[in-house]
């Protein structure tokens, strides 16, 4: 979390991993049951940067067939996903000399749709402070990196129901960690970024809002309490209503 002084009015919510269950939990459970190294599948998301395919389909930029088919590729490229994956052993002082695969069959049609299974259960503690805070009269949003199709969809209508605006990847054209992205969720609640308190769950879009200027919040599979009892101090401390206790 990262400590301001500028009284806080809104605030903006993640969506997968913050206010439903994290897609990671999926991926590392198919990682398990196929034998590959912990954090190899999400080693080859990011690595393909702006330009991968998940990157592309979650702001609209290709069809769900074009999406599954890139996706399987890139995937199972074990060349360039040996490589980053040895970059990230290095990075994280793990040993490099680990065995990796010679071949791998990831189904990217069948991981999709886990990670979507994982992400349709909510994190009661993190809805149920959505909520707290409109009960106190603060705005609150939805920043979410998500796509435009059924498979794609998280409960969808139920979600938009709890946030003042809902702002989606697929519909903007931008995702996280784009600057542009945050802004523009800002200037929807009509809020400057130092008056905002962001939750997310992964550490690039968190370092974005950062700089920014808005309060960050981490939640932490597994650890969501201590993200709702976090914002919840912050509130205390700077908010510009008084809380409803």
């Known amino acids: 979390m990262e400590l301001q002084t500028r009284t806080v009015r ?36 990011s690595k393909h940067g702006p330009l991968g395919a998940f990157q592309q389909y979650e702001r609209n930029e290709i069809s769900y067939a074009e999406f599954i088919d890139k996706w399987t590729h890139e995937l199972n490229d074990v060349t360039a996903n040996n490589k980053a994956y040895r970059e990230y052993l290095t990075r994280r002082h793990l040993d490099t000399r680990m065995v990796l695969p010679s071949k791998t069959r990831v189904d990217g049609e069948e991981l999709f749709k886990r990670m979507m299974k994982v992400a349709e259960e909510p994190n009661r503690c ?35 129901k709890l946030f003042d605006e809902f702002v989606e990847s697929s519909v903007v054209g931008l995702r996280k960690p784009d600057a542009r992205f945050y802004t523009h969720a800002c200037n929807l609640l009509d809020v400057s970024p130092e008056e905002v308190v962001f939750l997310d769950d992964i550490g690039k879009n968190l370092s974005a809002a950062k700089r920014l200027g808005m309060t960050t919040v981490q939640v932490e599979i597994g650890r969501e309490q201590e993200a709702v009892d976090a914002v919840k101090r912050i509130i205390r401390t700077r908010g510009a209503l008084a809380p409803k206790l």
């Open 10 to 45: 809104a605030v903006i919510f993640d969506i997968g991993g913050v206010i439903v269950k994290s897609p990671f939990l999926a991926i590392s459970s198919y990682e398990q049951s196929h034998h590959l190294p912990a954090n190899y599948i999400n080693v080859s998301l």
């Open 126 to 160: 993190v809805v149920d402070l959505v909520k707290w805070l409109r009960q106190c009269g603060y705005k609150v949003a939805a920043l979410t990196n998500n796509f435009q199709n059924d498979e794609g969809k998280v409960q969808g209508n139920v979600l938009t």
